[in-house]
């Protein structure tokens, strides 16, 4: 058999989730030295009109939003018309709440400490339709600060709700045009739409809940609520435009550009591992540069890796899609860091199912409870399997690099951890698989 190309064994990883039903349809972009070296896309964009995923279909990003809001306020402290240092409430001056005395860095790096509208319980009761403005922020703006700013790190989509505001007082143009005007348009990125109070959008994938071994319609949400923290669309093309421009400073200096991917820092003298609209983490060893999306029906991942030039995204139209995970297998291939071998245990069926049941997200803009169960004798988070490695733990069988620790209280799992390349994301139990009813929570994040 002759030795498998690059584009085979991404072809292979994809499928073979596709084949697990971890995926409806996802499209995969890889770029090297500012040049795109796959964009292709996987399975369906509309399982109803049998519309196949292309590199041109358009999925909701969610909170990769988060970046060009970011991006929208460094051109205005670039033209002399925001200051990084000065108070929200400078800008904003009908927000209701004057004692919120927080900073533009503050709101930009998560350390406002302001309540995120997306961890109150209400919001969701009324996400479905598009809310006024007022509305959002009024469900937020009275709640009291969780903590002084610049105490702590907690992301926040109240801060970016109130960036846009920002970006659209200062500049008098709505945060979508402003942004066609200023990034869009120059880069050509003709795939990419603000989703709230449009017009139907060409090439719109349809998005996903994985529900009793079937693909559902995923639960809709007013794609106005999400606003400058979450409310884009766009392709892997449009996607891989976006970070070429980051890397060659066509939009903003690179002065601005390396202020927005610098931790922040706390009042304790730490470093948080978030900037303005960007994580940084690395994958054994190569830096990264990234941020990932989830929001009703849709998972997308955009990771680059500065010192080895090279951008992969991921973008997926299913609730429970393993971006971030298909991600790192694409960029370990890319960047030849070998698979490690893993000293698997073996765990009875009846010991497994200590850790069955429904659970949900501690931290997800798209709060949809999801199942672990036993089949065929393994463990699975939604449907991927988990290999048991000891003292409560698994790794993904496609990653074992993604750990994932039960916590067993009274011989029944309570809560897990899952964890990925030093990022860390918890997960409650909230009841028994065995008398599972799919109910919406409130959960926040991406």
Known sequence: MPDMTIQDQIDAIIENAINETQLVGASVGVMRDNEVVLARGYGYADLNNKAEATEH?????????????????????????????????????????????VTIDQLLNHTSGIKSYTDIERFWEISERDLSRQEVVGLFSSEPIEFSPDENFQYNNSGYYLLGLIIENV??????????????????????HYLGKTKPIKNLATGYDHKDNEFVLARPIGMDNPFSGGSLGSSILDLLKWQTALNENQL?????????????????????????????????????????????????????YPDD??????????????QAQLESQISRLMLGIPEIVIDEIQVSEDNLEIYTGTYKWCSTMAP?????????GTLRVSGRSLRAIGNHTFVFSTDPYY????????????????????????????????????????????
């Open 403 to 446: 750990t994932v620790t039960f916590t067993v209280k009274d011989g029944k799992s309570i809560s897990f951890r899952a964890e990925r390349e030093g990022q860390i994301t918890d997960a409650l139990r909230i009841e028994d698989t065995r008398s599972q009813q799919f109910q919406w929570h409130t959960t926040s994040h991406n």
């Open 171 to 192: 500049s008098g143009m709505s945060y979508a045009d402003f942004l066609k005007a200023n990034v869009w348009q120059p880069l050509e990125m003709f795939d990419t």
């Open 57 to 101: 279909t358009v999925y909701r990003i969610g909170s990769i939003t988060k970046q060009f809001t970011a991006l929208a306020i460094m051109i205005l402290v670039e033209q002399g018309k925001v200051n990084l240092n000065d108070i929200m409430l400078d800008y904003l001056s009908n927000y209701p709440q004057r004692a919120h005395k």
């Open 368 to 376: 949809v409870p999801f199942p672990v169960s036993v089949a065929e």
């Open 252 to 304: 903003i200096s690179r002065q601005s550009y390396n202020k927005m991917i610098e931790p922040g820092l706390l009042r304790n003298g730490k470093h948080t591992t978030y900037g303005y609209g960007f994580f940084m983490s690395n994958l054994n060893g190569h830096r990264k540069i990234e941020h990932g999306g989830t929001i009703n029906g849709f998972r997308a991942q955009l990771s680059a």
């Open 309 to 322: 030039d090279l951008t992969v995204t991921v973008l997926c139209n299913l609730n429970s899609a393993p």
